[in-house]
């Protein structure tokens, strides 16, 4: 199994509700990354996960919530968005920190916030 | 600084090769990366260099790095329509981030 599984696939969502996106991986990665895409533009990464602690968070905002309950899940916390957080967001794993680019990606899910 | 550039769009004929560049600006880079996007997809790894090669062949795919001029190529022979997407470069230096060039949109043509 070399997929890495995110759900839903889209999501609409008014700016005070909660929702998640979820991730799931199992080859055995120990890595486990968010990015976000706005259309035409590169991914950027959001949080990091290793070994199931937070990593790295590139100074996302608080309304943005990562949690990582065991080694092959992910997931993301939505609470209060704003319109411009409508992109794809995209999970990534790699086998470790040291492999950090060499990273499997699911498909996305692509969020919109009216 | 991290800048990873590329040029916008790519068009080629179908069994033409196809030439994607790319220039980085972090000398310390130790991998380089060459992923590819189709639409509504996820990124999926096509090929990697280490710093210290030149070249790296893999069928279809040939890498060049000139670590010189801080520039990275990506060459597709045989260029067929389901190569058509988006290619982004990707360096990782010193740090445990990969950092995405802006993308490349390759369209072939029959």
């Known amino acids: 199994d070399t997929e890495v599984t995110q759900t839903p696939k889209h999501l609409v969502m008014g700016m005070t509700n909660k929702k998640s996106l979820k991730c799931e991986q199992h080859?055995?990665?120990?890595?486990m990354y968010w990015y976000k895409q706005k259309a035409k533009k590169p991914p950027e990464l959001m949080f990091v996960y290793s070994y199931e602690k937070l990593s790295i968070n590139e100074s996302v905002p608080s309304r943005f919530s990562p949690e990582c309950p065991n080694s092959s899940l992910l997931n993301l916390h939505l609470h209060a968005l704003q319109p411009e957080d409508s992109a794809l967001y995209l999970c990534?794993?790699?086998?470790?920190?040291?492999?950090?680019?060499?990273?499997?990606f699911g498909e996305g899910s692509r969020l919109t916030v009216l | 600084g991290e800048d990873v550039e590329q040029s916008l769009f790519l068009s080629v004929r179908e069994g033409d090769s196809s030439v994607i560049n790319c220039t980085y600006t972090d000398s310390s880079s130790t991998y380089l990366y060459w992923y590819k996007q189709e639409p509504g997809a996820g990124l999926q790894l096509l090929t990697y260099?280490?710093?210290?090669?030149d070249m790296k062949q893999d069928q279809r795919l040939t890498v060049l790095l000139n670590k010189k001029d801080k520039h990275l190529s990506l060459r597709i022979a045989d260029t067929q329509t389901g190569d058509s997407a988006i290619y982004f470069c990707?360096?990782?230096?010193?740090?445990?981030?990969?950092?995405f060039g802006t993308g490349t949109r390759l369209q072939v043509f029959p």
């Open positions: 080859m055995g990665h120990r890595a």
């Open positions: 990707a360096e990782r230096g010193n740090t445990d981030k990969l950092i």
């Open positions: 990534a794993s790699s086998q470790d920190l040291v492999t950090t680019g060499e990273l499997f």
């Open positions: 260099i280490f710093s210290n090669m």
